[in-house]
C-alpha cells in the first residue's frame, strides 16, 4: 500500500495554494523550520521524524482531536536537513492538513481507521524516508537525554520502524526539538501570557465564588466554566484538594465531591490552554478562619519566589534558580523538593527543569514557572498542623533580566466568603 500524494497540479485538493487556517504565521514557521535544519547539519542530523502532537503542531503546523486517541497516528513530520518538509497523514485528514499546515507536500494513507493501516503506518513512514533520499542516513527520533519527548505508539510500531529502516542510524533527536521549543517567539510568549491572564481570572472567579457548603466539584466547575469563558481551548482539572484530600496531589476532583468545611484549604494548581500554549499557576487559599501560621507560611513562599525571580537572569544556570528557591524554604524550616519550577509552552511541562542538579543555562526566550512548596509547622492541617504551601508563577527571560506574569495576586489568603 503506497501513500498517496498531493495533487499536482495544484498540489492540493480543497484548501489551498496556502493554508486558509494555519495556526501560526508562514514567518512564525519557517523560522522554527530554519533554526531545525540549522541545528540538524551542526549535530550531522540527516532528517528529523517527528511523531509527537506537540511537535507535529509545532514543526508540522497540524492540530487534531484524533491525537486523544490512541488507536491513530494522525500525522508524522519529516524535516531533511536540506529542502522542504514533509506531513505524512491520513486520507481522512488531508483537508484539515491542507487548511492548516505550511508544508505543502502532504502524503496520505487510505483507511487510517482500520487496524491493519494503522500496523502498515510506520512502514510507509519509512518508505517515505528512503524515497526522500535517506534510508541509509542518520535519523533523529524524539528520544534523548533532555527527554521530555516521546513516540506515542506501541512498541511494535516503533519496532516495525527500525526493521524497515534497516541501514539508518537512529539517532537522539530532543537535542534539535528542544534547540528549537525551549526558546519561545514574541508570538508563543503572546500566547503565555494570555493563558496566565485566563488562569488567573479562572482562580479569582473559583474563589470569589465560593460558599460555605460547597464541595470540590462545585469550586473544580466554577474554574473549568470560568477558563472556558475567558478564552481557554482546552482545561486540565489539576488538583483542587481540600478536606479530607489532602496530602492527594494531582488527582483532580471526584464526581462525588468532598465537602469544605471549616478550618480547610484549597489548593488550587490546575492548568488551562490558549491557541495550544498552557497555564499552570498554583495557590493556596484558606476558607478561614485564617490562622497566623498560614499567614506566615504564604508569605515565606512569596519570599522564595521572589528569590527564584532574582537568581534567573540570562547565563545563570537552572540549578542557581532551584538553589535560591531552596534557601529560603530550607531556612524557614518547611523543607524542600527537588524541583521548584518546569518550563512551559505546547506541554505543560518543559525543559528548562529548576532541579537541584540541572545545568542548563537560562537564556532570553525561556519561559517557565516558579513554584516554591513547603510543608507548616505541624505539617498536614488534618494532623492538627498548619498545612502545604505552594506559590506558582509565569518567569519570562529576557535580555535585561525577566518579567514576571503573576497568578492569583498574592495578597489573596482566603476565600472572600470565609468561614469565621
Known amino acids: 500500500m503506497a ?46 521524524m517527528l511523531w509527537s502532537e506537540q511537535n507535529c503542531r509545532y514543526f508540522g503546523g497540524f492540530t487534531s482531536n484524533h491525537w486523544m486517541l490512541p488507536s491513530i497516528q494522525p500525522m508524522v513530520t519529516l524535516i531533511p536537513k536540506d529542502g522542504d518538509p514533509v506531513n505524512i497523514t491520513g486520507e481522512f485528514f488531508r483537508w484539515a492538513a491542507e487548511a492548516q499546515c505550511w508544508i505543502r507536500d502532504i502524503r496520505t494513507q487510505a483507511d487510517v481507521h482500520e487496524t491493519h493501516s494503522e500496523r502498515a503506518f510506520p512502514r510507509e513512514v519509512a518508505d517515505t524516508v528512503k524515497e526522500m533520499g535517506y534510508g541509509k542516513a542518520n535519523v533523529a527520533l524524539e528520544m534523548g537525554q533532555i527527554a521530555h519527548t516521546w513516540i506515542p505508539r506501541p512498541l511494535n510500531d516503533i519496532q516495525t520502524l527500525m526493521q524497515s529502516l534497516p541501514d539508518a542510524k537512529f539517532v537522539d533527536g530532543d537535542v534539535i526539538v528542544w534547540g528549537c521549543r525551549m526558546i519561545k517567539s514574541v508570538l508563543e510568549i503572546e500566547r503565555l501570557k494570555k493563558a496566565a491572564a485566563i488562569h488567573r481570572q479562572a482562580q479569582m472567579t473559583a474563589v470569589s465564588r465560593f460558599k460555605p457548603g460547597m464541595t470540590e466539584q462545585d469550586v473544580g466547575r466554577q474554574w473549568i466554566i470560568a477558563a472556558f469563558e475567558n478564552g481557554a481551548d482546552w482545561v486540565n482539572p489539576g488538583h483542587i484538594m481540600v478536606g479530607a484530600k489532602e496530602g492527594m496531589f494531582d488527582t483532580g476532583f471526584h464526581f462525588e465531591g468532598v465537602t469544605i468545611k471549616k478550618g480547610d484549604y484549597l489548593s488550587l494548581d490546575q492548568a488551562l490552554r490558549y491557541k495550544g500554549y498552557w497555564a499552570d499557576m498554583g495557590r493556596m487559599v484558606d476558607v478561614g478562619p485564617v490562622s497566623e501560621g ?45 524541583m521548584v519550577g518546569h518550563g512551559i509552552g505546547l506541554d505543560i511541562q518543559e525543559p528548562p527543569v529548576l532541579g537541584r542538579s540541572e545545568e542548563t543555562v537560562l537564556r532570553p526566550g525561556m519561559v517557565f514557572e516558579i513554584e516554591p512548596t513547603g510543608m507548616g509547622e505541624g505539617g498536614m492541617r488534618k494532623y492538627g498542623g498548619v498545612g502545604t504551601f505552594h506559590f506558582e508563577n509565569l518567569v519570562i527571560i529576557n535580555e535585561k533580566g525577566n518579567e514576571v506574569v503573576m497568578g492569583l495576586p498574592k495578597e489573596v489568603l482566603e476565600v472572600p466568603n470565609a468561614f469565621k
Open 3 to 48: 501513500l498517496r500524494k498531493a495533487p499536482a497540479p495544484p498540489g492540493y485538493e480543497l484548501f489551498g495554494p496556502d493554508p486558509t487556517f494555519p495556526d501560526v504565521p508562514y514567518a512564525e514557521w519557517k523560522s522554527r523550520i530554519d533554526r531545525a535544519q540549522a541545528l540538524m547539519k551542526e549535530k550531522k542530523i540527516d532528517i528529523l
Open 294 to 338: 498560614f499567614i506566615k507560611g504564604c508569605d515565606v513562599m512569596h519570599q522564595a519566589f521572589d528569590a527564584g525571580v532574582a537568581a534567573a537572569r540570562p547565563g545563570a544556570k537552572a540549578k542557581d534558580v532551584w538553589a535560591a528557591v531552596a534557601g529560603v524554604v530550607e531556612k524557614a524550616g518547611m523543607g524542600t523538593i527537588e
